[in-house]
Protein backbone atom coordinates (compact mmCIF):
# COMPACT_ATOMS: atom_id res chain seq x y z
CA UNK A 1 0.00 0.00 0.00
CA UNK A 2 1.17 3.60 -0.72
CA UNK A 3 1.21 5.97 2.03
CA UNK A 4 -1.98 7.55 1.52
CA UNK A 5 -3.63 4.00 0.95
CA UNK A 6 -2.87 2.91 4.49
CA UNK A 7 -3.88 5.88 6.09
CA UNK A 8 -6.64 5.85 4.36
CA UNK A 9 -7.74 2.03 5.27
CA UNK A 10 -6.54 3.08 8.81
CA UNK A 11 -9.41 5.64 9.30
CA UNK A 12 -12.22 3.48 7.85
CA UNK A 13 -11.40 0.88 10.67
CA UNK A 14 -9.79 -1.61 8.44
CA UNK A 15 -6.28 -2.89 8.44
CA UNK A 16 -3.62 -2.05 6.38
CA UNK A 17 -0.63 -3.43 5.43
CA UNK A 18 1.65 -1.36 8.41
CA UNK A 19 0.78 0.96 10.64
CA UNK A 20 0.57 4.12 8.97
CA UNK A 21 2.87 6.92 11.27
CA UNK A 22 1.89 10.73 10.89
CA UNK A 23 3.99 12.91 13.68
CA UNK A 24 2.01 15.94 13.93
CA UNK A 25 4.86 18.20 11.90
CA UNK A 26 3.73 21.71 11.86
CA UNK A 27 5.54 25.18 10.89
CA UNK A 28 7.43 25.58 14.68
CA UNK A 29 10.08 22.43 13.91
CA UNK A 30 9.54 22.49 9.84
CA UNK A 31 11.05 26.28 10.63
CA UNK A 32 13.51 25.19 12.52
CA UNK A 33 15.24 22.61 10.20
CA UNK A 34 14.44 24.41 7.02
CA UNK A 35 13.82 27.79 7.95
CA UNK A 36 10.66 28.25 6.60
CA UNK A 37 7.15 26.77 8.30
CA UNK A 38 4.74 26.20 5.09
CA UNK A 39 3.13 23.05 4.34
CA UNK A 40 5.36 22.10 1.54
CA UNK A 41 8.23 22.23 4.17
CA UNK A 42 6.26 19.97 6.44
CA UNK A 43 5.79 17.51 3.68
CA UNK A 44 9.35 17.55 2.82
CA UNK A 45 10.58 16.49 6.33
CA UNK A 46 8.04 13.79 6.17
CA UNK A 47 9.36 12.43 2.67
CA UNK A 48 12.95 12.55 4.49
CA UNK A 49 11.52 10.26 7.40
CA UNK A 50 9.50 8.19 5.47
CA UNK A 51 6.10 9.05 6.86
CA UNK A 52 2.32 10.09 6.54
CA UNK A 53 2.12 13.73 5.77
CA UNK A 54 -1.25 15.05 7.54
CA UNK A 55 -0.91 18.15 9.76
CA UNK A 56 0.69 21.22 7.86
CA UNK A 57 -1.06 24.36 8.05
CA UNK A 58 -4.01 23.88 5.57
CA UNK A 59 -6.74 25.37 5.48
CA UNK A 60 -10.01 26.07 3.56
CA UNK A 61 -12.04 29.65 3.21
CA UNK A 62 -14.70 31.13 0.80
CA UNK A 63 -14.25 33.81 -1.17
CA UNK A 64 -16.19 37.49 -0.73
CA UNK A 65 -17.68 39.80 -2.85
CA UNK A 66 -17.82 43.88 -2.08
CA UNK A 67 -15.88 45.31 0.19
CA UNK A 68 -15.64 45.05 4.14
CA UNK A 69 -16.29 47.95 6.38
CA UNK A 70 -13.60 46.93 8.65
CA UNK A 71 -10.48 47.77 8.82
CA UNK A 72 -7.26 45.88 10.23
CA UNK A 73 -3.93 47.71 10.76
CA UNK A 74 -1.10 46.06 12.71
CA UNK A 75 1.77 48.07 13.56
CA UNK A 76 5.19 47.14 15.35
CA UNK A 77 5.05 48.25 19.39
CA UNK A 78 8.47 46.96 20.55
CA UNK A 79 11.49 45.10 19.02
CA UNK A 80 13.99 43.23 20.51
CA UNK A 81 16.23 40.69 19.18
CA UNK A 82 13.91 37.92 17.94
CA UNK A 83 11.19 38.61 20.31
CA UNK A 84 8.83 41.42 18.46
CA UNK A 85 5.62 42.77 19.67
CA UNK A 86 2.84 44.15 17.71
CA UNK A 87 -0.50 45.36 17.48
CA UNK A 88 -3.42 45.04 15.80
CA UNK A 89 -6.72 47.95 15.62
CA UNK A 90 -9.64 46.45 14.46
CA UNK A 91 -12.27 49.58 13.42
CA UNK A 92 -15.64 49.45 11.61
CA UNK A 93 -19.51 50.13 12.35
CA UNK A 94 -20.17 50.60 16.00
CA UNK A 95 -16.35 51.18 17.20
CA UNK A 96 -12.62 49.65 17.53
CA UNK A 97 -10.99 46.59 18.96
CA UNK A 98 -7.14 46.48 20.53
CA UNK A 99 -5.15 43.03 20.06
CA UNK A 100 -1.44 42.77 20.93
CA UNK A 101 0.80 39.78 19.69
CA UNK A 102 4.32 38.73 21.12
CA UNK A 103 6.40 36.77 18.74
CA UNK A 104 9.75 35.46 18.65
CA UNK A 105 10.01 35.27 22.80
CA UNK A 106 11.81 32.08 22.36
CA UNK A 107 15.28 32.86 20.36
CA UNK A 108 15.53 29.44 19.68
CA UNK A 109 11.68 29.37 18.42
CA UNK A 110 10.83 31.92 16.28
CA UNK A 111 7.68 31.01 14.93
CA UNK A 112 5.94 30.68 18.29
CA UNK A 113 3.76 33.02 19.25
CA UNK A 114 1.32 34.37 21.73
CA UNK A 115 -1.71 36.82 21.69
CA UNK A 116 -1.35 38.67 25.35
CA UNK A 117 -4.32 41.23 24.69
CA UNK A 118 -7.60 40.26 23.46
CA UNK A 119 -9.77 42.24 21.21
CA UNK A 120 -12.91 41.58 23.20
CA UNK A 121 -13.22 43.30 26.56
CA UNK A 122 -17.21 43.68 26.99
CA UNK A 123 -20.42 43.11 25.72
CA UNK A 124 -20.61 45.41 23.12
CA UNK A 125 -17.05 44.32 21.71
CA UNK A 126 -18.78 41.14 21.29
CA UNK A 127 -21.88 42.42 19.25
CA UNK A 128 -18.33 44.21 17.06
CA UNK A 129 -17.45 40.54 16.63
CA UNK A 130 -20.97 39.27 15.93
CA UNK A 131 -21.21 42.12 13.04
CA UNK A 132 -17.49 41.24 11.64
CA UNK A 133 -19.40 37.71 10.86
CA UNK A 134 -22.12 38.42 9.30
CA UNK A 135 -20.66 40.72 6.95
CA UNK A 136 -18.46 38.35 5.86
CA UNK A 137 -20.99 35.18 5.67
CA UNK A 138 -23.53 37.97 3.88
CA UNK A 139 -20.63 38.48 1.39
CA UNK A 140 -19.91 34.79 0.74
CA UNK A 141 -19.35 33.99 -2.94
CA UNK A 142 -18.13 30.49 -3.06
CA UNK A 143 -15.11 28.23 -1.84
CA UNK A 144 -11.89 28.99 -1.88
CA UNK A 145 -9.19 25.93 -1.31
CA UNK A 146 -6.10 26.31 -3.86
CA UNK A 147 -3.48 26.13 -1.56
CA UNK A 148 -5.29 22.27 -0.05
CA UNK A 149 -5.73 21.43 -3.88
CA UNK A 150 -2.45 22.44 -4.47
CA UNK A 151 -0.73 20.30 -1.76
CA UNK A 152 -3.55 17.58 -2.58
CA UNK A 153 -1.74 17.30 -6.39
CA UNK A 154 1.72 17.59 -4.45
CA UNK A 155 1.88 14.99 -1.93
CA UNK A 156 -0.04 12.11 -3.81
CA UNK A 157 0.08 9.12 -2.56
CA UNK A 158 2.66 10.17 -0.16
CA UNK A 159 0.71 12.13 2.33
CA UNK A 160 -2.56 13.36 3.19
CA UNK A 161 -3.29 16.75 3.46
CA UNK A 162 -5.65 17.06 6.28
CA UNK A 163 -7.94 20.51 5.79
CA UNK A 164 -7.76 22.15 9.46
CA UNK A 165 -11.14 23.42 10.87
CA UNK A 166 -11.58 25.44 13.54
CA UNK A 167 -14.35 24.70 15.90
CA UNK A 168 -16.99 27.86 17.12
CA UNK A 169 -15.32 27.50 20.69
CA UNK A 170 -11.72 28.38 19.21
CA UNK A 171 -13.28 30.86 17.06
CA UNK A 172 -14.90 32.73 20.45
CA UNK A 173 -11.55 31.85 22.28
CA UNK A 174 -9.38 33.89 19.40
CA UNK A 175 -11.19 37.35 20.48
CA UNK A 176 -12.02 36.85 23.75
CA UNK A 177 -9.31 34.25 25.53
CA UNK A 178 -10.17 30.94 26.99
CA UNK A 179 -9.96 31.94 30.72
CA UNK A 180 -12.10 34.77 30.14
CA UNK A 181 -14.61 32.80 27.63
CA UNK A 182 -15.10 30.21 30.39
CA UNK A 183 -16.61 33.24 32.39
CA UNK A 184 -18.82 34.26 29.71
CA UNK A 185 -20.14 31.29 29.25
CA UNK A 186 -21.73 31.54 32.56
CA UNK A 187 -22.08 35.34 32.91
CA UNK A 188 -23.29 36.46 29.81
CA UNK A 189 -24.47 32.93 27.92
CA UNK A 190 -27.09 34.61 25.42
CA UNK A 191 -24.37 37.10 24.40
CA UNK A 192 -21.99 34.00 23.66
CA UNK A 193 -25.24 32.36 22.14
CA UNK A 194 -26.01 35.03 19.48
CA UNK A 195 -22.37 35.11 18.05
CA UNK A 196 -21.95 31.57 18.17
CA UNK A 197 -25.41 31.19 15.67
CA UNK A 198 -23.56 33.31 13.49
CA UNK A 199 -20.30 31.77 13.67
CA UNK A 200 -21.69 28.22 13.08
CA UNK A 201 -22.99 29.90 9.19
CA UNK A 202 -19.54 30.79 8.97
CA UNK A 203 -17.85 27.28 10.02
CA UNK A 204 -20.67 25.66 7.95
CA UNK A 205 -19.39 27.46 4.74
CA UNK A 206 -15.59 26.33 5.77
CA UNK A 207 -16.55 23.16 5.57
CA UNK A 208 -18.75 23.21 1.94
CA UNK A 209 -14.98 24.46 1.01
CA UNK A 210 -13.38 21.49 2.41
CA UNK A 211 -16.07 19.40 0.61
CA UNK A 212 -15.53 21.11 -2.48
CA UNK A 213 -11.82 20.53 -2.47
CA UNK A 214 -10.17 17.17 -3.68
CA UNK A 215 -8.85 16.78 -0.16
CA UNK A 216 -9.72 13.59 1.49
CA UNK A 217 -9.77 14.24 5.16
CA UNK A 218 -10.30 17.55 8.08
CA UNK A 219 -9.95 17.56 11.45
CA UNK A 220 -11.43 19.91 13.86
CA UNK A 221 -9.64 21.61 15.92
CA UNK A 222 -11.58 21.18 19.48
CA UNK A 223 -8.17 21.01 21.68
CA UNK A 224 -9.20 24.84 23.89
CA UNK A 225 -12.27 23.00 24.72
CA UNK A 226 -10.75 19.50 25.70
CA UNK A 227 -8.06 21.59 27.38
CA UNK A 228 -10.32 24.20 28.97
CA UNK A 229 -11.09 21.39 31.88
CA UNK A 230 -14.90 22.98 31.64
CA UNK A 231 -17.35 20.16 33.23
CA UNK A 232 -18.87 17.65 30.99
CA UNK A 233 -22.23 19.11 31.35
CA UNK A 234 -20.83 22.34 29.64
CA UNK A 235 -18.92 20.55 26.84
CA UNK A 236 -22.51 18.71 26.08
CA UNK A 237 -24.29 21.85 26.07
CA UNK A 238 -21.46 24.40 23.86
CA UNK A 239 -19.38 21.87 21.92
CA UNK A 240 -21.23 18.66 21.24
CA UNK A 241 -23.91 20.39 18.67
CA UNK A 242 -20.92 21.88 17.18
CA UNK A 243 -18.64 18.84 16.39
CA UNK A 244 -21.83 17.26 15.42
CA UNK A 245 -23.22 19.84 13.16
CA UNK A 246 -20.11 19.35 11.27
CA UNK A 247 -19.68 15.54 11.34
CA UNK A 248 -23.21 15.06 9.93
CA UNK A 249 -22.33 17.87 7.13
CA UNK A 250 -18.90 16.09 6.30
CA UNK A 251 -20.39 12.07 6.76
CA UNK A 252 -23.22 13.45 3.94
CA UNK A 253 -20.35 13.04 1.54
CA UNK A 254 -18.94 9.82 0.53
CA UNK A 255 -14.93 9.69 0.82
CA UNK A 256 -14.54 12.47 3.45
CA UNK A 257 -13.65 12.12 6.73
CA UNK A 258 -13.74 14.10 9.78
CA UNK A 259 -11.44 13.98 13.01
CA UNK A 260 -11.45 15.67 16.49
CA UNK A 261 -7.94 16.77 17.58
CA UNK A 262 -8.13 16.99 21.40
CA UNK A 263 -6.06 17.85 24.47
CA UNK A 264 -5.49 17.06 27.65
CA UNK A 265 -8.38 15.14 30.11
CA UNK A 266 -11.06 13.90 27.50
CA UNK A 267 -11.84 10.19 29.55
CA UNK A 268 -15.15 11.27 30.50
CA UNK A 269 -15.98 13.55 27.68
CA UNK A 270 -15.06 10.15 25.20
CA UNK A 271 -18.64 8.81 24.82
CA UNK A 272 -19.76 12.05 23.53
CA UNK A 273 -17.33 12.51 21.20
CA UNK A 274 -17.89 9.58 19.89
CA UNK A 275 -21.31 9.24 19.65
CA UNK A 276 -21.09 12.94 17.97
CA UNK A 277 -19.65 10.64 14.80
CA UNK A 278 -16.12 11.59 14.09
CA UNK A 279 -14.27 8.85 11.83
CA UNK A 280 -11.51 9.13 14.21
CA UNK A 281 -10.29 10.78 17.02
CA UNK A 282 -6.64 12.51 18.28
CA UNK A 283 -4.10 12.39 20.40
CA UNK A 284 -4.81 10.94 23.52
CA UNK A 285 -1.92 12.89 25.18
CA UNK A 286 0.34 10.75 27.94
CA UNK A 287 1.37 13.09 29.74
CA UNK A 288 -1.57 15.34 30.42
CA UNK A 289 -4.32 13.08 29.43
CA UNK A 290 -6.27 10.81 31.49
CA UNK A 291 -6.98 7.71 28.69
CA UNK A 292 -4.15 5.24 27.96
CA UNK A 293 -4.22 4.94 24.35
CA UNK A 294 -4.77 0.83 25.21
CA UNK A 295 -8.51 1.84 26.84
CA UNK A 296 -9.25 4.03 23.90
CA UNK A 297 -8.39 1.30 21.61
CA UNK A 298 -10.43 -1.29 23.88
CA UNK A 299 -13.61 0.75 24.52
CA UNK A 300 -13.90 2.58 21.50
CA UNK A 301 -11.73 1.01 18.62
CA UNK A 302 -15.04 -0.50 17.19
CA UNK A 303 -16.34 2.88 16.49
CA UNK A 304 -13.63 5.08 15.62
CA UNK A 305 -10.04 5.58 14.37
CA UNK A 306 -7.93 6.26 17.33
CA UNK A 307 -5.08 8.44 17.07
CA UNK A 308 -2.38 8.71 18.99
CA UNK A 309 -0.04 8.82 21.41
CA UNK A 310 3.80 8.62 21.27
CA UNK A 311 5.04 10.73 23.79
CA UNK A 312 6.88 14.26 22.45
CA UNK A 313 9.19 14.61 25.66
CA UNK A 314 10.71 11.63 24.03
CA UNK A 315 11.53 13.54 20.70
CA UNK A 316 12.78 16.37 22.45
CA UNK A 317 14.43 14.96 25.59
CA UNK A 318 14.78 11.19 25.03
CA UNK A 319 17.21 9.58 23.04
CA UNK A 320 16.71 7.02 19.82
CA UNK A 321 16.43 3.89 22.04
CA UNK A 322 13.81 5.74 24.32
CA UNK A 323 11.94 6.39 21.14
CA UNK A 324 12.07 2.67 19.92
CA UNK A 325 10.71 1.81 23.46
CA UNK A 326 7.77 4.26 23.06
CA UNK A 327 6.87 3.38 19.40
CA UNK A 328 6.63 -0.31 20.61
CA UNK A 329 4.46 0.49 23.60
CA UNK A 330 2.49 2.18 21.08
CA UNK A 331 2.43 -0.41 19.00
CA UNK A 332 1.54 -2.86 22.01
CA UNK A 333 -1.41 -1.18 23.02
CA UNK A 334 -3.27 -0.38 19.81
CA UNK A 335 -2.40 -2.03 16.32
CA UNK A 336 -4.25 -4.74 16.77
CA UNK A 337 -6.94 -5.32 14.71
CA UNK A 338 -6.04 -2.15 12.38
CA UNK A 339 -7.90 1.02 12.95
CA UNK A 340 -5.10 2.85 14.18
CA UNK A 341 -2.42 5.63 13.14
CA UNK A 342 0.74 5.80 15.38
CA UNK A 343 0.69 10.22 15.75
CA UNK A 344 2.64 12.15 18.24
CA UNK A 345 0.74 13.06 21.30
CA UNK A 346 0.71 16.86 20.61
CA UNK A 347 2.95 18.86 18.22
CA UNK A 348 5.92 17.67 17.20
CA UNK A 349 8.84 20.17 19.56
CA UNK A 350 10.69 22.70 17.96
CA UNK A 351 13.51 21.17 19.83
CA UNK A 352 12.92 17.51 18.91
CA UNK A 353 15.76 15.78 17.93
CA UNK A 354 15.82 14.34 14.25
CA UNK A 355 17.38 11.31 15.40
CA UNK A 356 14.49 10.39 17.58
CA UNK A 357 12.02 10.42 14.92
CA UNK A 358 13.79 8.10 12.50
CA UNK A 359 14.25 5.84 15.39
CA UNK A 360 9.91 6.04 15.52
CA UNK A 361 9.86 5.35 12.07
CA UNK A 362 12.21 2.61 11.30
CA UNK A 363 11.03 0.94 14.64
CA UNK A 364 7.10 1.15 13.05
CA UNK A 365 8.26 -0.29 9.99
CA UNK A 366 10.24 -3.61 11.60
CA UNK A 367 7.66 -4.09 13.95
CA UNK A 368 4.29 -2.41 12.92
CA UNK A 369 3.44 -4.59 10.21
CA UNK A 370 -0.11 -6.49 9.86
Known amino acids: ?33 LGRGDWRAVFELHRRLGSTAFRGPIGVSYRTRGESPWRYETRVLHEEGTRVETEETITGPGGSMRAVDVRGMIPHDPVCSKR ?35 AFEVM ?91 CEQVRAVPGKFIGLYTLGRIREIM ?6 GPHFIETFEPNEGDISLRDAKRLYGRDVCIC ?13 ED ?35 VAWAETVAEYGRY
Open 1 to 33: MTRKEAFLTALRLETPDVVPVAPLIHSRYADRL
Open 271 to 276: PAMVDA
Open 156 to 246: GEDGVPGVGLGCIFQMLGHWRGMQELLYDLYDIPDVIRSVSEVMAEHSRLAVEAFLASPNEVAWLDICWATGSNMSPAMFQEWIIPDVRRV
Open 308 to 320: GNFDCVILARGTP
Open 323 to 357: SRREALRCLDEAMTGGGYIMVSGDEVPADTQWDNL
Open 116 to 150: TDYPVKSVEDWAMVRAIYEDQVARAAGPAFDTAAE
